[in-house]
């Protein structure tokens, strides 16, 4: 039994950097949708209380002034694209690792490991070639790391036992637990989000009502209804709802495809093993990246 543990940090350089800029794009992405729908709120919030005060007047025409500039932000920078194109490379470039590692196809046994190891890295300057977009993203810090750490060459050595080991225990059930995780997190997200919106509804409606049996009150209708549209503009940004059936599905697709491993006993069983799991993290992927332009 085998004690080699595979990081993130052993995968290659690549994959650090693209995953990074990844990340770095999503955060700076909602925070600033965060910030415009906020914004928004505020803005309404100040006309209501000051409808005919020029200061009022000034400090929401400022506010919708910032919010026009986060807008044009995000449309000029597209931190969603660099997001989702990071990603995709990480995703890539992880598959690939695992592959080599595991020696599964296109990196089967060979006289001399130089030759698999000139593929893999031609592999990876082909998926770089393909996102050149996303080069001035990409981190430089990581950038100096070889792309086959001494961690990936030491789980290639092993033998076919302690590799099936390590891809079932190290990047199945990895996944798994990541996806029911992330399913989770996302169930109880749209829960959330969609009783503020219903409760932002539900305010509205009834100062309407209200208004109508008394017209000489003054309430923040409009408020509230900016503020159930930016919950609702948010739900849609997040995509909770879609996220969590399209992630337990994945989890339950994974916990199956784990359920393969125990036929495994060759290195050609062992290569179309892992060439289906990472097929099928692919396929889950690539819908993932398709979701962006629903």
Not at 239 to 251: G, I, T, V
């Amino acid at each position: 039994m085998t004690t080699l543990k595979v990081s993130s940090s052993d995968l290659p350089g690549l994959y650090q950097s693209a995953d990074r800029a990844s990340l770095v794009a999503q955060s700076n992405y909602f925070t600033s949708l965060r910030w415009y729908l906020l914004l928004l709120v505020v803005a309404a919030y100040i006309s209501y209380l000051r409808p005919n005060d020029i200061v009022g007047a000034i400090f929401s025409a400022s506010l919708f002034l910032v919010t026009l500039g986060i807008l044009i932000f995000i449309r000029v920078k597209r931190p969603d694209d660099i997001w989702y194109n990071g990603r995709a490379v990480a995703e890539s470039v992880k598959t690939r690792s695992w592959r080599w590692m595991m020696r599964a196809e296109p990196y089967e046994d060979s006289e001399k490991i130089e030759i698999v190891s000139k593929q893999f890295i031609s592999d990876l300057k082909a998926i770089l070639e393909q996102n050149k977009s996303l080069s001035h993203a990409l981190q430089s810090t990581t950038a100096v790391n070889d792309p086959i750490s001494d961690v990936m060459k030491e789980v290639r050595a092993l033998p076919i036992s302690d590799r099936l080991q390590i891809y079932v225990e190290q990047r199945i059930q990895n996944q798994a637990n990541w996806y029911w995780l992330k399913s989770n997190f996302n169930k109880r997200r749209a829960q959330q989000w969609f009783w503020v919106s219903v409760a932002l509804h539900a305010s509205a409606i009834s100062m309407l009502l209200y208004r109508i049996k008394d017209p000489s009150i003054s309430l923040p209708v409009e408020v509230v209804a900016t503020a159930a549209g930016a919950a609702l503009t948010w739900l849609q940004a997040k995509k909770h709802n879609e996220l969590n059936s399209a992630y337990a599905l994945a989890a339950h697709e994974i916990v199956l495809i784990k359920g393969e491993s125990s036929s495994v006993r060759s290195e050609r069983e062992l290569s179309e093993f892992v060439v289906n799991s990472e097929g099928a993290f692919s396929r889950e992927h690539t819908q993932w990246v398709a979701r962006k332009g629903d």
